[in-house]
Structures are given as structure tokens and as C-alpha cells.
């Protein structure tokens, strides 16, 4: 998967590794997820940033998820509804 830095955005994204926004209906990070990312499903291996939307999951967090089911494998907290921290 390919390395992204700047702005995506459309229905289905799927990368490698982002720095920066992700946008869309649902979105993927397979490695490195650096910034914000904003769909009804974000999935991320490791996100240093954000995650906005009904449904977050990641493996590690330093940052903050926001929706109706956040999920971190690696985390404090595994699952927490509404808002979701790791630092």
C-alpha cells in the first residue's frame, strides 16, 4: 500500500501509511495513520492524531477518537463509547 501526505478524500480510501486528513464514507489505514481521519468507519494499525466517526478502531493511540464505538486494541481502554484517549 502507498505512502500519503496531504488531503484524501472520496466514498472508499484505503492507503499504507497517511500524514494528514482522511475523508470518506470508510476509511483504512494499514500501517501509520499521522493527523485526522473522518468517516462513519476509520480503521488505522497506529494512530498518532484523531479519529472521528460512528465507528474507530485501532491497534495503538496517542491521540483522541471520537463516536459511537471507539475501539483500541492496545490501549487503557479497549472499547469506550462517545470518546476515547491514549496518550
Not at 500524514?19 to 493527523?35: E, I, K, R, Y
Not at 490501549?75 to 462517545?82: C, E, R, S
Request: hydrophobic content about 50%; overall charge negative.
Amino acid at each position: 500500500d502507498a505512502e500519503f501526505n496531504g488531503l484524501s478524500a472520496g466514498l472508499f480510501n484505503r492507503m499504507g501509511s497517511v500524514a494528514g486528513l482522511q475523508a470518506g464514507l470508510f476509511n483504512q489505514v494499514t500501517h501509520d495513520l499521522s493527523g485526522f481521519q473522518m468517516g462513519l468507519f476509520n480503521a488505522a494499525d497506529d494512530v498518532s492524531g484523531f479519529q472521528v466517526g460512528l465507528i474507530n478502531r485501532t491497534v495503538s493511540l496517542r491521540g483522541v477518537q471520537l463516536g459511537l464505538v471507539n475501539l483500541i486494541e492496545q490501549g487503557p481502554l479497549t472499547f469506550f463509547p462517545i470518546l476515547n484517549a491514549a496518550f
